[in-house]
């Protein structure tokens, strides 16, 4: 089991109602995408964040690490967003750095660093929105919620028998790779290589027989999949703080953004 899988099984939110939970992170998402403010991005994260830290008790230690993963790709977005290159003969716009290099000078514009500020705090509550989602709610509770807004059942199957074959796939690559280790299939580079393509190969051949026979079984139970949902009631409380922080957020988001 992932451990990302694992607290969203086992965190103290586990027993609140999964649509109380969706409600409250994609309302926050929503509100932090088409206010688009800095500020109440930020406070958007530090509310999700101390929820996901003190409300569902994940360490903060694995907390940091997820959001260290989509790093690399803000990094690289705000990087170019925030260079700019024209030829030196233009006359450039404000800018808080230039350089010039032959016949083209590279620098970064005011315009440019505002929007890569108001992006960066943007996706960081937007991330903090999603990352409370699924570390506290289970994939079965999230299409539980989907098959209740009445989305296609097709979707929501394709989306559960995806996070399923996930672990199929890791738990057949992990037996796999210590077979071939135990062997030495990995003591030189062209061994490695070799090693490699033949898990690549087997995993393949492995995951389409089982998707066929997950096929066919389902195909005999009427085509439809049939998932255990452990049950769940509201808590009026949840609604009155949900009803609260949206009130606030939209509050700031008019008289104070």
Known sequence: MLLIDKYAYLNKLAHVHPLEKMIFSLGLLLLSLILRDEQLSLITFFVMSAFIIFGAKIPLSYYVKLLLLPAFFLFTSLVSILISIAPSTHVLPPHIWSFTFS?????????????????????????????????????????????????????????????????????????????????????????????????????????????????????????????????SSYNKKNWLGMALIFLLFIVYGGFFA
């Open 103 to 231: 016949n083209w000078t590279i620098f970064i514009g005011q315009a440019s660093m505002t929007a890569a500020q108001q992006l960066f705090f943007i996706v960081l509550g937007s991330i903090s929105c999603l990352y409370f989602l699924i570390l506290t709610t289970s994939v079965q509770g999230i299409c539980y919620v989907l098959r209740q807004w009445r989305f296609p059942v097709l979707l929501v199957e394709l989306v559960e028998l995806t996070y399923r074959f996930i672990f199929l796939f890791l738990a057949s690559m992990q037996k796999i790779y210590l077979a071939q280790q135990a062997r030495l299939g990995y003591y030189s580079p062209i061994q490695w290589l070799r090693s490699l393509s033949m898990l690549i190969a087997a995993l393949f051949v492995e995951m389409f027989q089982r998707s066929r026979a997950l096929n066919n079984a389902m195909q005999s139970r009427g085509g439809e999949a049939v998932y255990w949902h452990e049950a």
